[in-house]
């Protein structure tokens, strides 16, 4: 195909080329939040099985995580596990056969530091082998005013768009919570859950400019599983912005590159309504957690004693094959490769990767 990459992780242009052909071709990645070789390994199978490309994201707790909790600093944690799932990546993605994106997930205020200390570590990066180490970072200040938002924005991007990577941002609030960030919505009015078009205009007025930028843009979203009819979805913010956008600066269709947080649990037509308005990404993190979990916990069922005995307590057989982590793991890691398949296929990315 003439807008072929090479396999591996894709910054700078090359993540640009993935984006427009997300959106030229009406479908979206699967954003997937990460905590474990084994959770990242599950995602780059997934997406190796669905001849897709993919986005790896990591969330402050998760890059924690990641490092170990047996380092007591906390942001030293952060930071070396962050560095560590991408090396990971960056060294395993080409052997899969796809492009995978880097991602860093909702940073607000008080993780900044650990944020600037990523670009310190992609800059070096950079310096060593002329790419960084992530493709890009997401910055959530949403619950501050705009202007103070868009500035740290700004900031921000001027430093990552000199190493060839993108920001995310967002823009009006995305209730529940993800992994320590988030809001409750009760807390808000209610328009701040549904971003004003005037709002992202400011924005691309602002940022583009200065670098490659994609937007978290309010819609209704809630993180996590809800009740039907608890969350109400309005995709078609999505089309006013892009409409307000285009009419201002004379851009073209669909100026803007959207993502969609909250994707665990939504209804398919509105995940569908919103890939025609722009949308290239759609984080996934609940809906795998559990998939991971019921994998493991129905070999335990099947298993009871392989966790309790050494030896079968009636027939004394070994059970080391059972109780092995090798062998319960793996099937935390079928049960989410089987979950990610169904977001490929409502995702529409099914067998469009560009990794050549």
């Known amino acids: 195909m003439s807008n072929s990459l090479k396999a591996g992780v894709v910054t700078g242009k090359d993540y640009e080329t993935l984006v427009a052909a997300c959106k030229d071709g009406g479908y979206a990645l699967p954003a ?5 070789t084994s ?3 599950a995602v780059m199978e997934a997406a190796a099985k669905n001849k897709s ?6 969330s402050g707790g998760g890059a924690e995580f990641y490092a170990g909790k047996g380092i007591e600093d906390g942001a030293k944690r952060k930071l ?3 560095i560590s799932a991408a090396r990971h990546v960056h060294l395993l993605a080409e052997a899969y056969g796809i492009c995978a994106v880097l991602h860093t997930d909702h940073a607000n205020r008080k993780l900044l530091p650990w944020i600037d200390a990523l670009i310190s570590a992609g800059e070096e990066e950079f310096k060593q082998t002329g790419r960084p180490l992530y493709s890009s970072h997401m910055l959530d200040l949403s619950e501050e005013p705009l202007e103070d938002n868009l500035a740290e924005c700004a900031t921000f991007l001027k430093r990552m768009a000199a190493i060839d990577m993108s920001l995310e941002i967002e823009l009006g609030i995305t209730g529940g919570e993800e992994d320590g960030v988030g809001h409750d919505v009760d807390e808000f009015d209610n328009a701040r859950l549904y971003t004003q078009p005037s709002e992202v205009l400011q924005a691309y007025e602002l940022l583009s400019p200065l670098g490659h930028f994609t937007i978290a843009a309010a819609f209704g979203n809630v993180h996590g599983v809800y009740k039907p009819g608890n969350v109400k979805l309005r995709p078609e913010i999505l089309k006013l912005s892009q409409d307000a956008v ?6 073209g269709d669909k100026p803007l590159d959207f993502v969609f947080h909250g994707g665990s649990g939504s209804d398919p037509a509105k995940i569908k309504e919103a890939l025609g308005y722009g949308v290239f990404k759609m984080n996934i993190d609940t809906d795998t957690q559990f998939a991971f979990a019921t994998g493991v916990g129905a070999f335990v069922a099947d298993n009871p004693e392989a966790f309790k005995y050494q030896l079968h307590p009636e027939t004394g057989a070994p059970m080391k094959k059972l109780y092995d982590p090798r062998a319960w ?3 935390g890691e079928e049960s989410m490769v089987a979950r990610l398949n169904e977001a490929f296929d409502v995702l529409g990315a099914k067998g469009k990767s560009l990794a050549s």
């Open 39 to 41: 959770s990242i390994n």
């Open 53 to 58: 490309d993919v986005i790896i994201q990591l």
């Open 329 to 331: 793991l793996r099937k």
């Open 80 to 82: 070396l596990g962050a």
């Open 32 to 36: 997937v939040n990460v905590v474990s």
């Open 246 to 251: 285009a009419a201002a600066g004379a851009t």
